[in-house]
Structure formats: C-alpha cells, structure tokens
C-alpha cells in the first residue's frame, strides 16, 4: 500500500498570509492530483501534476511535483477566507494499476 | 459542474437493516467510484465501475456490494449495515481515463445506530 502523508493537519492563518502544505510519500507516483473540499460538498480538483519538477500555478496557488515524484507542495500566496477547506493531495502509480491513493489532508482555515 | 446527484443526502438507519445509496450522473462518464470518508482515515475506495456491469473491489470493499445496470448509475449497498460503517459516502466519476480528473458528488452523510 502506497501511503501519502499530508502536513500539516490543521492551519489557521490571518488574511494575507502566504503558507505552504505538503504531501510526501516513500513512493513514486505516476501523477499527483490535487483537490479541494468545502465543508458538506465533494472534493474538487484543483490540478493534476505529472512530471518530476513540474510547477503549475492556478491564481494564487502554485502546485510544484518533487523531481523524483515521491512528494509534491502546494504554496498559497496572500490567503483569502475563499481559501478556507480541505486540501487533499491524491496520488497514482501506473505500475499499480493506476490506483489512487488520498493523503489524509490539510485544513485550512483563514480568518478575515 | 459535472452532474452528479446522490441519494439520500442524509441517512439513519439501525444496525443490521439494508441500505442502499445511488449515484446518478448525466454525463455519460464510464468510470464511477464509490469512496467513503473518516477522520483520520481519509477518502478510501470502496469500489468502482469501469463500464455497465462491470465493477471491482476498491480498498476497504468488505461489507459492500455494488452494481451498474445502466451507465449512469451506479449503487452501492450495505447487505446489514454496522456502526463501522457509519461514515460520509461519496461517489466520483471520471472521463478521460481510470482514476484520471475525478469529479465527486456531494455526499451521504450515513449513520448507522
């Protein structure tokens, strides 16, 4: 079983702030997705990461992929309470039948 | 967003009593994935569907069975639900490939007495 470890747990932050989360893994993963969920609804993707040292950015959020695809970050820049949720890294591995492994999450939550 | 609705949204039921959760989805999507969500446990596969009945076991499938009549839904049932499976279900799809951009549904909240 493939494990992805998401740190930290919990954040709390002020409006403004930058922060940045992580997802490691002692494996390799074909592709890295990243969602994120709100509170009473369904993940949702944000971006999907699939070379080793690939950075992607989306408005203020930068997704990077570790160059040897065991780990991967994702930077927000001047946090918005829009910001506030669940942040789920999930990985797959093609050598494993392209299963899908989820990390346990971060949760954020900034504050005006 | 990807249309997706799950039934019910809410759920109460005692232990040992039947239950099943649907997964509708308008939009012609081959794969669909059932996946349940614990703290501390994260979003675990259940099981999933890569056609109309045809279906395979996910990580955590004992307890659980499943079936696709038709493309675009996909059920998920608890033969004789226990309190293990109380829990947040929720059901995915995917277009493009197996596990590739998966839009999820809002959600079962079940609770098993």
């Known amino acids: 079983t493939q494990l992805l470890e998401q740190s930290p747990q919990f954040l709390s932050i002020q409006e403004g702030e930058n922060l940045t989360v992580y997802c490691n893994s002692s494996?390799?993963?074909?592709?890295l997705q990243w969602y994120r969920q709100e509170p009473g609804e369904g993940p949702v993707l944000l971006v999907t990461?699939?070379?080793?040292?690939e950075v992607k950015k989306l408005k203020r959020l930068t997704f990077q992929f570790g160059d040897a695809r065991k780990d991967s970050s994702l930077h927000i820049t001047a946090a918005q309470p829009g910001d506030t949720g669940l942040y789920l890294c999930?990985?797959?591995?093609?050598?494993?039948?392209?299963?899908?492994?989820f990390g346990g999450g971060t949760r954020l939550m900034v504050k005006p | 967003d990807a249309g997706i609705t799950q039934s019910p949204r809410h759920k109460v039921t005692e232990t040992g009593t039947p239950v099943t959760l649907r997964c509708h989805q308008t939009?012609?999507?081959?794969?669909m994935y059932w996946y349940r969500q614990d703290p501390g446990h994260g979003l675990r596969l259940i099981h999933y569907?890569?056609?109309?009945?045809?279906?395979d076991k996910g990580e955590v499938s004992d307890g659980y069975s499943v079936s696709r009549s038709k493309t675009e839904d996909f059920l998920l049932t608890l033969e004789s639900a226990t309190s293990s499976q109380t829990s947040v279900y929720f059901c995915?799809?995917?277009?493009?490939?197996?596990?590739?951009?998966?839009?999820f549904g809002s959600g079962t909240q079940l609770s098993v007495l």
């Open positions: 494996s390799v993963f074909s592709s």
């Open positions: 939009e012609n999507h081959r794969y």
């Open positions: 995915a799809i995917s277009k493009t490939g197996f596990n590739e951009k998966l839009f």
């Open positions: 569907s890569y056609g109309v009945k045809d279906t």
């Open positions: 999930a990985g797959t591995n093609n050598n494993a039948g392209n299963m899908l492994t």
């Open positions: 990461v699939v070379t080793g040292g």
